[in-house]
C-alpha cells in the first residue's frame, strides 16, 4: 500500500461522520461521457451548454428531449463499476455517512447507495415543465435526435429532464442537506469531479473550513487540490477499491 493511500485510511478508519462527494469522475469507467466528452458520437456537432439550459428547451424542445433520452440510454446501457461499489462499502461501514453527487445517473443506486443527495438532478426524474408534476420515466428509449417530449398528465405541458439547467438553481432541499453534511463531517472524500462548477465545487470546501480532513481521488489536478490534506493520484476504480481493503481489507473496521 503507497503511502498516500496508508495517509488516507487512517482518517477515513477513524472518521464516524464521512461526506463523500462525487462528480462525472466517478462513471467514466462505466463508459458515460464525462459532461465535458458528453459530446462525442451522436452530439459532437452540440454544445452542451446550448442544449442543457431552459432556453435551449423552450427554443427545441425535441432536440433538447433526444439529447437527455440519448444520455439516458447510455446510461441504462453501463454498469457500475468498481468505484460505485467502493462508495456503497464505505456508506455500509460508516453508519454516519452521506452521498453527495453531481451526477444525473442512476449507478450509484444500482451499486447499492440507498440515497445519494443528487444536487444537479437525476435523468430518472422527469417531471412537467409547466406545472412541475413529476412524471414517468419514459418505457425504452427513443432513438435519434429529435424526441418530442411526453405531455404532461394533468396539464398536457411539455415534460422536461429533471436535471439542472445552467442559469437554474439546484434544488433547494438538495443544497441545503449538502451544506448541513459537509458543515458537520469529519472527513470529506471528493472523487472525480472537476472542481469548476460552482456552487457544488463549494461542497468540499465548506467542510475544509468546518476543520474535516478532505482526501480526494483524481488522475489530474484539479483546484480541489488546494483544500485536500490527501491527493490520491488515480482512477475511481482503483484508488477506492484500494482504500476500503487498507481501512476494512479483513472485513472489520480498523
Ligand atoms: P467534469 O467533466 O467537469 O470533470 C470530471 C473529472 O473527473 C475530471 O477532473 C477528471 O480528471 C476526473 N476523472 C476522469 N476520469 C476519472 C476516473 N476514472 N476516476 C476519477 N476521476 C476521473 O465533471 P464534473 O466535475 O462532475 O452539471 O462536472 C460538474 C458539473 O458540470 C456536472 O455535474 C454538470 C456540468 O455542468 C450538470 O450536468 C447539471
Known amino acids: 500500500m503507497g503511502q498516500p493511500t496508508r495517509d488516507a485510511a487512517v482518517p477515513l478508519g477513524q472518521a464516524r461522520r464521512v461526506v463523500i462527494f462525487t462528480g462525472a469522475g466517478m462513471s467514466a469507467e462505466?463508459?458515460?461521457?464525462?459532461?465535458?466528452?458528453?459530446?462525442?458520437?451522436?452530439?459532437?456537432?452540440?454544445?452542451?451548454?446550448?442544449?442543457?439550459t431552459p432556453e435551449a428547451f423552450r427554443d427545441d424542445p425535441a432536440l433538447v428531449w433526444g439529447w437527455y433520452?440519448?444520455?439516458?440510454?447510455?446510461?441504462?446501457?453501463a454498469r457500475p463499476?468498481?468505484?460505485?461499489?467502493?462508495?456503497a462499502?464505505?456508506?455500509a461501514r460508516v453508519p454516519g455517512s452521506v452521498l453527495i453527487t453531481?451526477?444525473?445517473?442512476?449507478?450509484?443506486?444500482?451499486?447499492?447507495?440507498?440515497?445519494?443527495?443528487?444536487?444537479?438532478?437525476?435523468?430518472?426524474?422527469p417531471r412537467c415543465s409547466a406545472c412541475a408534476l413529476p412524471a414517468p420515466v419514459p418505457d425504452g428509449v427513443a432513438d435519434g435526435r429529435r424526441v418530442p417530449?411526453?405531455?404532461?398528465?394533468?396539464c398536457s405541458g411539455p415534460v422536461r429532464?429533471?436535471?439542472?439547467?445552467?442559469?437554474?438553481p439546484l434544488p433547494r432541499e438538495a443544497i441545503d442537506a449538502a451544506v448541513e453534511a459537509a458543515s458537520s463531517c469529519d472527513l470529506l472524500l471528493t472523487v472525480g469531479t472537476s472542481g469548476l462548477v460552482y456552487p457544488a465545487a463549494e461542497i468540499p470546501q465548506v467542510a475544509a473550513r468546518a476543520g474535516a480532513t478532505?482526501?480526494?481521488?483524481?488522475?489530474?489536478?484539479?483546484?480541489?487540490?488546494?483544500?485536500?490534506?490527501?491527493?490520491l493520484r488515480g482512477p475511481a476504480t482503483q484508488v477506492l477499491p484500494a482504500l476500503v481493503d487498507a481501512v476494512w481489507g479483513n472485513g472489520q473496521r480498523t
Open 69 to 77: 433520452e440519448w444520455r439516458r440510454g447510455a446510461v441504462q446501457r
Open 149 to 154: 417530449p411526453p405531455r404532461c398528465g394533468r
Open 81 to 87: 463499476n468498481a468505484g460505485h461499489r467502493a462508495v
Open 30 to 52: 462505466s463508459g458515460v461521457p464525462t459532461f465535458r466528452d458528453a459530446l462525442t458520437g451522436l452530439w459532437r456537432r452540440f454544445d452542451a451548454q446550448a442544449l442543457a
Open 214 to 231: 478532505v482526501i480526494q481521488v483524481n488522475p489530474d489536478e484539479t483546484p480541489l487540490d488546494r483544500v485536500s490534506d490527501v491527493n
Open 102 to 125: 453531481q451526477n444525473v445517473d442512476d449507478l450509484h443506486e444500482r451499486a447499492g447507495s440507498a440515497a445519494p443527495v443528487h444536487l444537479h438532478g437525476s435523468l430518472f426524474a
Open 161 to 168: 429532464p429533471g436535471v439542472v439547467w445552467f442559469g437554474e
Open 89 to 91: 462499502a464505505i456508506e
